[in-house]
């Protein structure tokens, strides 16, 4: 399983989002606002589930910013710190 | 000082119009806060008797916390309410233009709070619109600790900051607008170590972020965000509340700590027991102080709707 898709699953079984499979999540779309809807508590779960899930840690707030945007950035974030 | 353009809501700082505000400002200049009290006394009783509007905010909170009062002690439970709220803003605009010597603000906990503070997982600080926060919160720079506070400009404000007086701010501001509620920024500062504050009893943004607890009598709405960044983080939760102890004086009082357990999930319902401890404290403080409460929002009225 890639990256992006145990995320997808990470996100619908611990957020409890209802009624969406991972298949309905683009890899671009936008985890926040008008794309998955998620909100500001959303994300720190979100940090507490990379963390539990992959080890790892966004300490780096501005990094953060930039890796919570989809899917996509996320996974990139998250193989990029497995790999350095 | 029947204004031609004033707003009469008094949910935060939106009371009264510019010129009010400016006349209120150079009066505490020429003659001092004694002097600005005076002309408050008339310039409230102007508002609570004839914009209703104004005391009808007071009345979400005071039919519960004085719920055997008669239409005529109601009226004036709202003056006296009104006044203090005024008060407190006279003296923000005092501290600002005139320097923190003009009070005594005493800090009750300091040691606990250092104490906490070593185990260097930051600290969430979690008050609540009583008494004068911003005045009392000045007192946090003896911890020698950054202090960040949640907390946001609203379009309309016409009463100004009291650190906007003097250009000196004591602790810096995060802006619950900016990207993802300020949340990121929330959990940085705290895994540095720092002081973060935030107001327990007003829910901003959704609806979600919000649960139902006990507070005078009935299901009122508090936010959850604070514990949720405590649970994540480990950082302990202090609620302290400030009071106008006197003419010339504030106290900030650490009310209590509450530990919260990590992993709180994202649930409101998980955060409810220590949200309730929370709205406990703060029923307390109204106990001791029950016309120092400043939160004009219909709290027992507000839809919650967490997962």
């Not at chain 1, 940090?47 to 930039?66: N, P, S, T, Y």
């Not at chain 2, 004033?6 to 150079?26: E, K, V």
């Not at chain 2, 503070?117 to 600080?125: D, T």
Request: aromatic content about 10%.
């Amino acid at each position: 399983m890639t990256t992006k898709d145990k995320l997808k699953h990470i996100l619908i079984e611990e957020l409890n989002l209802e009624d969406i499979t991972a298949e309905d999540i683009g890899d671009e779309e936008p985890l926040f606002g008008e794309g998955l809807g998620l909100d500001s508590l959303d994300a720190v779960e979100l940090v507490v589930l990379v963390q539990r899930h992959f080890g790892i840690e966004i300490k780096d707030m501005e990094e953060g910013r930039a890796a919570l945007q989809s899917i996509a950035t996320l996974a990139a974030f998250i193989d990029g710190r497995r790999t350095a | 000082m029947p204004p031609s353009e004033s707003t009469t809501t008094i949910d935060g700082r939106r009371i009264g119009n510019p010129l009010g505000h400016r006349i209120f400002y150079a009066l505490i200049r020429v003659a001092g806060r004694r002097a600005a009290y005076a002309l408050l006394r008339c310039v409230i009783f102007y508002y609570v008797l004839l914009r209703p509007s104004v005391r009808q905010n007071t009345l979400h909170y005071l039919r519960r916390r004085f719920p055997g009062h008669a239409p005529v002690e109601r009226f004036f439970d709202s003056y006296r309410m009104c006044f203090e709220f005024g008060k407190v803003l006279v003296d923000r605009a005092v501290m600002g233009i005139r320097g923190p010597g003009e009070f005594q603000i005493s800090l009750r906990g300091r040691e606990q709070l250092l104490g906490l503070l070593a185990e260097g997982k930051g600290l969430v600080l979690v008050t609540a619109h009583v008494g004068c926060w911003q005045v009392a919160m000045a007192t946090l720079g003896c911890l020698e600790t950054p202090v960040n506070m949640l907390m946001r400009r609203e379009e309309g404000e016409l009463d100004r900051h009291y650190f906007e007086h003097s250009g000196e701010n004591p602790y810096r501001i995060i802006d619950p607008a900016g990207f993802l509620g300020g949340t990121l920024e929330m959990l940085g500062v705290l895994k540095q170590g720092e002081v973060l504050c935030v107001m327990g009893d007003r829910v901003t943004g959704s609806a979600r972020n919000a649960v139902p607890v006990d507070f005078l009598g009935g299901r009122a709405a508090f936010p959850f965000s604070a514990f949720k960044l405590a649970s994540t983080t480990g950082a302990p939760v202090v609620v302290m509340f400030t009071c106008k102890t006197g003419p010339g004086s504030y106290a900030l009082e650490l009310a209590r700590v509450i530990r919260v357990s990590r992993d709180l999930g994202r649930s409101g319902e998980a955060a409810a027991p220590y949200v309730a401890e929370f709205a406990e404290a703060l029923e307390g403080f109204v106990e001791k102080y029950p016309y120092q409460f400043f939160n004009f929002f219909d709290l027992w009225n507000q839809s919650t709707d967490s997962r």
